[in-house]
């Protein structure tokens, strides 16, 4: 069955370091989200990727779609404090599916 | 606050006890979704609705849990009776369609359950 894992589980960095979160798939996927929630907080949508090898945007975010549709990255530049929280992947193959997450600190 | 409302915000309630979560999606989502977290861990799907019609409960624990909406606005959750596993957030979430269909999903703030 669909097998997807999240890694890291944790990562805690210094404030102005860049972050990485990957989501690995053992099949193809139509497509993926990710959101991010923060401590106390719900998980708060920030994109979707569709295409194979797409790549988007915003700001200091950078997400990625692997060419073969299994995997998918999300890259922070120069993290700042206001981006601590857990960053899930999700997607839909006959039912949805979160990720475990990647909880980032961030030390300033 | 979320534009999906939930409540209550809290529930602590002893084992064996009945419990219901009210989940009130965002004016003209057709699609609602109940989801279970455990705190470290991401959302568990529960139950999908597309308008009032259960799309997929394959993950509802269905010997205790039930989910309704009726008319195909808000929902209801139940559990019945309670079980020391059980506490968790309930998280509820709406989108216009089926996120298959590129809509993303929008979350209540949701019901953080105790059980005794």
């Known amino acids: 069955g669909q097998q997807v894992m999240q890694i890291p589980q944790y990562q805690h960095v210094q404030e102005g370091e860049d972050f990485t979160t990957y989501c690995n798939s053992s099949?193809?996927?139509?497509?993926i989200q990710w959101y991010k929630q923060r401590p106390g907080g719900h998980p708060v949508f920030l994109i979707q990727?569709?295409?194979?090898?797409e790549v988007k945007k915003q700001k200091r975010l950078t997400f990625q779609f692997g060419e073969a549709k299994k995997n998918s990255s999300l890259h922070i530049t120069a993290t700042q404090t206001t981006d601590v929280g857990t960053y899930f992947c999700?997607?839909?193959?006959?039912?949805?599916?979160f990720g475990a997450g990647t909880r980032l600190t961030v030390k300033p | 606050e979320a534009e999906v409302a939930q409540s209550p915000r809290y529930k602590i309630t002893e084992k064996s006890q009945a419990v219901a979560f009210w989940c009130d999606p965002i004016?003209?989502?057709?699609?609602l979704y109940w989801y279970r977290q455990i705190l470290g861990q991401g959302p568990e799907l529960l139950v999908q609705f597309q308008d009032e019609s259960v799309v997929d409960d394959s993950q509802l624990p269905k010997d205790r849990f039930s989910a309704e909406r009726l008319k195909g606005v808000d929902s209801t959750l139940k559990i019945q009776p309670a079980e020391l596993g059980d506490s968790a957030m309930y998280l509820c979430a709406s989108s216009p369609t089926p996120t298959g269909e590129n809509q993303p999903q929008h979350f209540g703030d949701g019901t953080r359950l105790s059980i005794l």
């Open positions: 999700s997607y839909n193959n006959n039912d949805m599916r």
């Open positions: 099949t193809t996927l139509s497509n």
């Open positions: 990727l569709v295409k194979s090898g």
């Open positions: 004016s003209g989502h057709a699609t």
